[in-house]
């Protein structure tokens, strides 16, 4: 099967100049700085003003010097155990942390 490309950023921002809204998406769940032994989780965020039409959140993931793993999704939560399994991570045997 081919590789799956990730879809391409649109180039404009949904917040307007002199805009107040925060930077980036504020993390619902799990508690910023939670640990976890278990790939099996879901991450959820919130975003205002929401995403604009062919806008999407970018969630990487990455372990030490290794590439990080994306997915590009258009939902405000993901759950993480495949993309924390692709990385072949020692999931159980070390505490991780989300951040």
């Not at 100049?17 to 980036?24: L, M, R, V």
């Not at 999407?56 to 258009?74: G, Q, S």
Request: negative net charge; glycine residues 6%; proline residues 9%.
């Amino acid at each position: 099967m081919p590789a799956r490309q990730s879809p391409q950023p649109s180039p404009h921002s949904a917040v307007g100049a002199g805009s107040s809204a925060p930077a980036a998406p504020t993390l619902v769940s799990p508690a910023d700085g939670s640990p976890f032994v278990s790939s099996d989780f879901t991450l959820e965020w919130a975003w205002t003003p929401g995403l604009a039409q062919n806008q999407f959140y970018a969630v990487r993931i990455w372990e030490a010097a290794a590439a990080a793993n994306e997915l590009w999704t258009e939902a405000s939560s993901v759950n993480m155990k495949a993309l924390i399994d692709s990385l072949s991570l020692h999931v159980g045997s070390s505490i991780g942390r989300c951040r």
